[in-house]
């Protein structure tokens, strides 16, 4: 199937054209004062600022056809049917992205304000302010999606900060990402294009393009971003005040099917991560909150996300770049966030920084070296807290990863802090398991043969409200991990916020509640005695759990019964089959 931007793109060229023609007619006109003044014709996004005063710089875009789709962010929603829609579809096939409808939005579309009414009032000395190239991977990406991202980099940049955009292709194998993408860009100042010559990954191909990058500080994108006006000032400025931070923008979502701009001007959302070494989103917790003095000052963030960040080049050097070890996707974000903080950096989100992000549908690639980039990132920073990583993922201990001594030899020479000083200092919310021998893992029936606890969460980051049920022992650890605490609670951790397993006496089923908060009282129905004969005795119904095969729909479930001997009511843990 040809791709539907490349078929347009002679016609979109032509149009193009058209539109920066009369994007400079309109130019010249409203500035021909100036331009006759200094006698110097400048090309649109040329002009430099003012001299003598510090003012915002005047962003040169296309005018704003505010009818056209997509415009201002605005969700995208076409009538198709017959062949339309069926390419649609089979744009969503190919790229997990509603290329179809991203192909129809204009690659120069303004965005609607999302920042925090009080960073308008910021004000910068530009000529004071480090300069910035812009990083660029992709990998298959779509046309209007990476050019989009692309333009509105160089729309909302000042002139002034940005030395480069450079995109790197990541051994791409589409024909529009070919000769066509070469042709296009080099109608486009600053932009660089640089190709792999194997499919490097994410990360060796960032540092690939950051080798040609002439700029103070490093940004990196996705390849699938929308940039706000304002949203590279914050980041330079807190980089200049403070050259160890490494600072992160506030990630928008933009609707993978509608192109519509989601996000909102509230506090925004910091980075951490769960037992799996799965990156979540938090909100912001109330020491920062007390350490902030203003809503624009940035918010300090256990992780990042991984693909939107400036860092001064000299500290990403200093800090060993990336570890070149890790493969496609996955692990380098969490890897990096450990060690800025442990070597002695700072991880923040700056709220008056706003750039979009397309989520896909699901991932468009395999992505299965994240095991390995993960185990990469556990053996070198987490110290004895791997451990409870691999007891939640018992197959990540097999998982060949390769040689990490350089990277050990580099937080040795760096000096860097414990696992456990960057879980006491700047993720104190964490929940950390005490993973007592013989008080984690399948929680497997005696009588009941192979049968263990499971629970299978309809929603990744919902872990609360379903019931727990049995089913065949895995020994994979995820759904069916749980862990018996000194509390007496019986916690299903592997996923951040935890659940923890409530009986309840009138329907007699196990479900799952949030956990009681640091310093609270445990409910009492949240609380078990995993008694010597292991019998798991729920103390405010006065009854055990048994394993009853006949419930009221047909699935196996733990129920809570009148103690007995019987075997049903024998529970023992184990870490892997
Ligand atoms: O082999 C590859 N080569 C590449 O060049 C694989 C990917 N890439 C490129 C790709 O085209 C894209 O530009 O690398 C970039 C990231 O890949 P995505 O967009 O497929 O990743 P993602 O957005 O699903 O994943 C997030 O986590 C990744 C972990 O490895 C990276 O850190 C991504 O940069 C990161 N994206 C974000 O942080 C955006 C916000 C998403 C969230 C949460
Ligand atoms: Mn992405």
Redesign the pocket.
Known sequence: MAHCGRRNRPKLLLFLFGVTLVGYLIFFRHNSADVSATNRREAPGERDLDNKELKKPVYERLPLDLNALGEMGRAVKLNLNGEEKIKEEESIKKHQINTYVSDKVSLHRRLPERWNPLCRELKYDYRSLPTTSVV??????AWSTLLRTVHSVLETSPNILLKEVVL????SDRAHLKEPLEKYISGLRKVRLIR?TK?????R??LLGASITTGDVLT??????ECHEGWLEPLLHRIKEEPSAVV?PV?DVIDWNTFEYLGNSGEPQI?GFDWRLV?T?HAVPDYEQKRRRSPIDVIRSPT??????AVSRNYFHYLGTYDTG????????LEFSFRIWQCGGSLEVHPCSHVG????KK???S?SK?LA?SVRAAEVWMDEYKEVYYHRNPHARLEAFGDVSERKKLREELGCKSFKWYLDNVYPDIHVPEDRPGMFGMLKNRGKNQHCFDYNPVDEHVVVGQRVILYPCHGMGQNQFFEYSTDGEIRYNTREPAGCVVGDNISTYLTLQACKKRGQHIPPDQKFVFREDGSLYHVVSQKCVQAVDKTDNGTPAPSLQPCSDSLHQKWFFEERM
């Open positions: 660029i991977a992709f990998y298959n990406e790197v292709d990541d051994y792999a499919r490097e990954g994410l990360v191909a960032r990196f994108l996705d390849c699938h971003c992160c990630i980075g990156f989103w990042m996300a991984g693909g939107l960040f890790m493969e496609v996707w996955g692990g380098e974000n992000h397309v989520f896909p991932a468009p690639y992505r994240a980039n």
